[in-house]
């Protein structure tokens, strides 16, 4: 086992070195080399300590937070002012912890706290503050690695997650939400979770009613979910549609889109025939379902906050897109979107940032409509 590891170790400092040469797709191979599922199983570990959401400690985001990392905006843009805002986002963050010793993030781990911060609220969550009050609950989140294959352990950390995600919309709906309309938004783990929350919590249920829409991205979502698990939500279709899920997978021109299918389905322990089904895509660029090409003239800027840097003005027209069986296929965006860019085309990490206007344009867009129908207007 040790003379593996250090092999593992050697290729992956040869691959950090081609890496300088080559690009980032093969310093993130060299990751995945390095990491491993935790040798204790779920069972062996003591779960962290369980989030109190009345504590806001509990909250990557909220409204009254001063230094609330999904403050942030493209320059020439600003965030609404809560008292103003009309509907709220629940966000479901991706994972942001990367650990080959524990199943499950504890709250108190400051290092991926500040990842999740950086990264996902900053980047992605940020995109709707321009028309609601956005609310993310931290949680403990599933371990990268257990990602890399599906297992009992996997099925408890994933468990456990949810548990927390649950319990937050929860205290969300009971003590800050006061019969307002909502929207559910969330990225990679965050929209595992997600699915199950609108399938168990929402759909349905009285609150289908109050849901503006549900932005749940970078999964692959089979049609047989819509038809068979659910009675009410369905996938939107227009720009407007309320009541309805939106999501789509980036994947870069070219690439073999099967091999992403074939892959998600068995590292999350899907049933066999789940790659060969038909997936639900939205294009962000002209929010339909179609497999029309949408020109990168249709795309309203592409935007990342880029850690710590300054903010800046949105890149407008940084890629045209179609989607094609749950895959939205877009063209290369260019060197500042490539740094976190899985293996094989895989543009998981930038699904929000690529279209970052036209979604802060479509939330806004979609709660006005919605609370124009209320309304009756």
Not at 47 to 59: C, E, H, K
Request: charged share 20%; with cysteine; aromatic share 10%.
């Amino acid at each position: 086992m040790r003379k593996w590891l250090i092999g593992l170790g050697v290729v992956a400092m040869l691959l950090g070195g081609v890496t300088y040469v080559y690009g980032q797709q093969l310093g993130m191979l060299a990751m995945l080399l390095m990491t491993h599922q935790p040798r204790q199983s779920f069972a062996e570990q003591a779960p962290p300590s369980a989030p109190d959401y009345a504590d806001p400690a509990a909250w990557a985001a909220l409204p009254e937070k001063a230094d609330d990392p999904t403050d942030v905006a493209p320059e020439g843009y600003a965030p609404i002012d809560p008292a103003m805002a009309e509907v709220d986002v629940f966000f479901i963050h991706p994972t942001s912890f990367f650990s080959n010793d524990r199943w499950n993030q504890s709250l108190d781990d400051a290092k991926t706290n500040e990842r999740t911060d950086n990264g996902s609220l900053r980047n992605q969550a940020s995109v709707f503050n321009g028309c609601c009050r956005v609310y993310a609950p931290r949680y403990r989140q599933m371990t990268f690695s257990g990602f890399l294959e599906s297992n009992a352990n996997t099925k408890a950390a994933l468990d456990l997650a949810y548990s927390d995600v649950k319990r937050a919309f929860e205290y969300y709906l009971a003590h800050y939400n006061n019969s307002r309309p909502f929207i559910i938004a969330s990225h990679s783990q965050g929209s595992r979770h997600a699915r199950v929350l609108v399938q168990e919590m929402i759909d349905g249920t009285p609150l289908a009613r109050r849901m503006v829409a549900a932005y749940i991205v970078g999964s692959w979502i089979d049609q047989d979910w819509f038809d068979h698990n659910l009675k009410t939500v369905k996938p939107c279709e227009t720009a407007t549609d309320t009541g309805c899920v939106i999501t789509w997978s980036t994947m870069l021109e070219g690439s073999d889109l099967q091999k992403q299918r074939d892959s998600f389905a068995k590292r999350s322990g899907l049933p066999e025939d789940y790659a060969q089904r038909k997936f639900v895509c939205t294009n962000p660029l002209i929010w339909s379902r179609s497999e029309q090409l949408a020109p990168a003239e249709d795309d309203l800027g592409g935007w990342a906050s880029r850690g710590g840097d300054p903010l800046h003005k949105p890149d407008p027209h940084l890629v045209s897109a179609h989607c094609e069986n749950g895959a939205l296929v877009v063209s290369d965006p260019g060197d500042d979107y490539h740094k976190g860019v899985l293996p094989f085309g895989n543009y998981h990490n930038y699904d929000y940032q690529l279209a970052y206007m036209n979604i802060r344009k479509n939330a806004e867009d979609r709660a006005k409509a919605f609370v124009a129908k209320e309304k009756g207007q």
